[in-house]
């Protein structure tokens, strides 16, 4: 079986473009997480949904960012304008209920 | 408040020795699950060990076994006959029921084995 399939792996990109990072959950998993994370702040939640419907967003920083989930096998986090604090590495993870999350292999974003 | 504790930031154990990487944490509601992910180098979150709180015994899986003190509030991993693959960061983490998926996690213990 495939994993947690995210994309890209590394983004190199300047302060004020959109960033756009993708992800494929595992298939028949019910919940879908987007974690950051940083040497600062360790790794954090941002948002995660269940049923293609976010349920907490409360991790998510500021307007700058985004998620969605228009069906079952994809997701996207969109940051806009991204800034250089925004450097991270952002995870992917699924799961069935009450499971262990399965983790993607991360995306790199490094904003100049 | 810290939901999740990890006080060791850098273990170092020799290779085949048995290390125990400590974990505490805090919470009032009775039900919840306490995880351990493992994270190499190469920056992949590794599932390890899962313990409910209403689990009679301390999990097992492998070389991996969770000491599970509930009246403490601990959840500490012990990993047996450590091997060279095993340096990693390691992290706990928390998830309280009540519906929620959500996992807190605590900031992690950088584990070296020595040859």
């Known amino acids: 079986d495939a994993g947690v399939i995210q994309s890209p792996r590394h983004e190199v990109t300047e302060m004020g473009q959109e960033v756009t990072l993708r992800c494929k959950p595992i298939?028949?998993?019910?919940?879908l997480f987007w974690y950051r994370q940083t040497m600062m702040r360790g790794l954090e939640l941002l948002i995660y949904?269940?049923?293609?419907?976010?349920?907490?967003d409360s991790g998510m920083p500021e307007d700058r960012f985004s998620a969605k989930m228009p069906n079952a096998s994809f997701s996207t986090l969109k940051i806009q304008p991204s800034e250089p604090r925004d450097s991270a590495v952002y995870f992917c993870?699924?799961?069935?209920?009450?499971?262990?999350?399965?983790f993607g292999p991360g995306t790199r974003l490094t904003v100049l | 408040a810290q939901k999740i504790t990890q006080t060791q930031p850098g273990m170092f154990v020799q290779e085949k020795e048995a290390v125990t990487l400590d974990c505490t944490y805090d919470?009032?509601?009775?039900?919840?699950?306490l995880f351990w992910y493992k994270q190499p180098s190469s920056g992949e979150m590794i599932f390890l060990i899962y313990?409910?709180?209403?689990?009679?015994q301390n999990a097992t899986e492998g070389r991996y076994s969770l000491n599970f003190q509930k009246a403490r509030k601990s959840a500490n991993l012990v990993i047996s006959a450590s091997q060279l693959g095993d340096s990693a960061m390691y992290f706990c983490?928390?998830?309280?029921?009540?519906?929620?998926?959500?996992?807190?996690f605590g900031k992690g213990t950088k584990l070296t084995v020595n040859p």
């Open positions: 298939s028949g998993h019910d919940y």
């Open positions: 313990q409910g709180s209403y689990d009679q």
């Open positions: 919470t009032s509601d009775p039900s919840y699950g």
């Open positions: 983490a928390m998830r309280e029921q009540g519906g929620s998926e959500k996992l807190v």
């Open positions: 949904f269940n049923n293609n419907v976010p349920i907490d």
């Open positions: 993870a699924s799961s069935r209920p009450y499971n262990e999350q399965f």
